[in-house]
């Protein structure tokens, strides 16, 4: 009989890679979860052949509950940024006197508790694949305590390590590395053309850090697949590449045949393009990937795809 793998977040970049992933693995059935079944999207996601796709919220714990049902494996996956521009939570944030980025990284924390609250109460789970980030806060030793929306994924993971023993010990951590199309997506990393047709890249970290980059919406079902196929209770940061911001871009360059310049500016919400509450988050941000690593370096639980699979070894 074939396995159950439950997909949160199947329309979106994580998920949705998860879904191609194991559509074509033999032996598998997908049941995708979203916020609304009857969305266009989610009637392609049955177009495509999966299996089921059904309405649960990460708010909701009884909804996951229920979503989870006969699952094998579950990937789990949280969106801070997703929490973070919807302007539907601007009103949420402000009534609770919190900024908008603290406000989300409470709530993307408990929407990750509440899956592990979830999956612990699911009779016959094999593997939970919770998608997380490094401990800022931790690994910095107090140092950089703004990285918000890494911290909330972090401690949900805690949460559930502490809570349920017997769950965490069929739990893997996939740590999804730094997206590839930021430099498209972020609004303060798109790149400016100026009056020579030169694109200038501006960053508040430095260029010659080594970043694991990732090609999210093709690379996080294929890891998700090797955790599911190795041994459960590991803790990976994936990525495709570990490069510098610079090696990185010289090869868009080179392949867009385009001309670029790169420069490290200091964080500034006085043009409007940037939130307040923004600059002490991305300030720490880039100092923590500079002195400790996207990953946490010094979490001696983390391993690499080498340490996982062959097949995903870089």
Known sequence: MSKLIVVLGATGTQGGSVVNTFLDTPGWKIRAVTRNAN?????????????EVVTATLHDVSSLTEAFKGAHTVFSVTDFWGLYYDPGNTEKAAASGLPKNVWASRVEEQQGKNVFDAAANTDGLQRLIFSGLSNASKWSRGKYTHVYHFDSKARAAEYGQATYPELWAKTSVL??????????????MRPQKDENGIYV??????????LPLIATEEDTGPFTRALVEAA??????AYRAWMTMDEYLQIVCAVKGVKAVNQNVPLDASSGSLPEELVAELADNAGYFEEFGYEGRDDPTLVHPRDVSATCAV
Do not use: D, W
């Not at 969305?39 to 299996?51: D, I, N, P």
């Open 39 to 51: 969305s266009a999207a989610a009637q392609g996601l049955k177009s495509k052949g999966v299996h």
């Open 232 to 237: 459960p209770g590991k803790n990976l940061i």
């Open 175 to 188: 740590q999804v590395g730094f997206y590839l199309s930021n430099l498209l997506t972020a609004p303060f």
């Open 201 to 210: 890249f501006s960053y508040n970290f430095p260029m010659t850090v080594k």
